[in-house]
């Protein structure tokens, strides 16, 4: 008849066994964790912010809109974000453009003394068409981008950007 005893090299061997796995998950699991952490996030994509811009009081004009993003979180720490966009009328159509010159990041502004119907960067003089399509021979070499845009009981809501679908 066979012993069930455990014997000491047995039981000092299932013990190293046992603390050498959880050892080693110990160190595997914050690797997988960041691995992976990305496809775990929320996208986030149906984020709306709202805006104090009533869709009836816009024009072919852009106007500058002013919004707040709130508890925009940064690590630990959460804050509320002020943001603005350009957003004007296209037939039914609203369009909200994001004022961030495409050269080193400075603030577009619609129409200076001497740019009728262009947006123009006071940085580098980078100036833009009303779609945002960059000016040629001027320093941006890119569109500005879009806002996704979404109506709700009559205000203007803004998304994301995106890369600039009108030009
Ligand atoms: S940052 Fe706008 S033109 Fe340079």
Known sequence: MMSSKVSRRQFLSYSLMGVGGFMASAMLMPMVRFAVDPVLQPKGEGDFIATPQKVDELTEVPVRVDFTIKDRK??????????????????????????????????????????????????HAGRYEKNGKNVAGTPPL???????VEIVDGFVYLGKTVPNTLV
């Open 74 to 123: 940064d690590a630990w720490y959460k804050s509320d974000v002020s943001n603005t966009a350009w957003v004007y009328k296209e037939g039914d159509k609203v369009i909200a453009l994001s004022p961030v010159c495409k050269h080193l990041g400075c603030t577009v502004n619609w129409e200076g003394d001497k740019h009728k119907n262009e947006f123009f960067c006071p940085c």
């Open 142 to 148: 890119g569109p500005l981008d879009e806002y996704l």
